[in-house]
């Protein structure tokens, strides 16, 4: 007898802990808050979301995700079509998953208004007709949050990020140049390189890869290991040895007139510098040595041109 009594003992002990565990695992599933991509594969994100400055000020409502024309778009969460129609011109499809929203565009809808949706159900096809990204088709894919529907980052829904293009996504995007390694650079010639070491970033818009905002990068990175000698891309005279919180260690030599215009190069994120102030300096003189210092992921050199003291393209130079 007491053998029975401890075996279905045991029995209600195990089918409350499996219940309890089912219950934890569904809850968490619930609490989830993580979207599907809309896309498949994972698709490059080309632009950024940037929080409108007011309701009808500048901004960018959405991200852009790189697509093909005709690829099927699927809904990101479980929930309901809000909306699905023309907007200006523009296919938009809405679906409203309770304490949010999401918009995609352009976006020819198989879905209508007031239809259930789950997560990952097809719910359109990427059209190329007013694309962000013309001459190439990309989803923009929008989230309002909260009572009054306010602008918000779709990134965050995500669990992983995508891959992120480093240029701007209007027109043909430049192939990025390949230099200290042989190959030619499209430039002038009037400075030379100042490391041997590949390209790794090219001047352009861009993600910074620590800050996350979408900006310029002001110039050209080479692959350079810490401790490489840097050299002087031209004849010129030192006029600044010091640091800057972005920019770590840096040199900047003034070349005087070139072209027509007054040119100087930076030398940034360096370990050190081999030069005062005041130094006048020769073409392909070591100057400092490279490092990872400032807002920097690794050891590798950021090379500037300023012409008439503003930032342009290296390589038209090298």
């Known amino acids: 007898m007491g053998t029975l009594v401890w075996r279905t003992a045991r029995r209600l002990v195990i089918g409350v802990l499996v219940t309890a565990a089912c219950a934890a695992l569904a809850s968490s599933a619930a609490a989830d808050p993580r979207w599907r991509w809309p896309l498949d594969p994972v698709p490059e994100l080309i632009r950024p979301f940037v929080a409108p400055t007011s309701t009808y000020g500048a901004g960018h409502r959405g991200v852009d995700l790189l697509g093909t024309p005709g690829v099927m778009v699927t809904a990101v969460d479980s929930g309901t079509v809000r909306f699905s129609g023309t907007v200006a011109g523009t296919p938009v499809l809405s679906i409203d998953h309770g304490t949010q929203v999401s918009t995609y565009q352009p976006v020819a809808a198989t879905v209508h208004r007031g239809d259930e949706v789950v997560a990952g159900q097809p719910v359109g096809r990427l059209v190329l007709a007013a694309s962000h990204c013309a001459p190439r088709a990309c989803l923009h894919l929008g989230r309002r949050t909260g009572a009054d529907r306010t602008y918000a980052d779709p990134m965050d829904m995500f669990g992983t990020s995508p891959p992120i293009r480093l240029v701007t996504p209007y027109g043909d995007p430049p192939r990025p140049p390949v ?64 640091a800057d919180p972005a920019y770590g260690n840096r040199v900047v030599v003034d070349h005087g007139r070139l072209r027509g215009v007054e040119v100087a190069t930076t030398y940034n994120h360096l370990s050190s510098s081999t030069v005062p102030v005041g130094t006048p ?38």
């Open 179 to 242: 230099a200290g390694n042989g190959a030619q650079s499209n430039g002038s010639g009037e400075l030379s390189e100042p490391v041997d070491a590949p390209v790794t970033s090219a001047y352009g818009m861009r993600m910074h890869p620590i800050t996350g905002v979408f900006k310029l990068h002001d110039g050209t990175d080479f692959g350079a290991a810490c401790g490489t000698p840097v050299r002087s891309a031209a004849a010129g005279t030192v006029t600044f040895v010091g």
């Open 281 to 318: 300096v020769r073409a392909g003189q070591p100057i400092a040595v490279s490092g990872t210092t400032g807002y920097s992921t690794g050891c590798h050199l950021h090379f500037m041109v300023l012409v008439d003291g503003d930032a342009v393209d290296p390589m038209s130079w090298l």
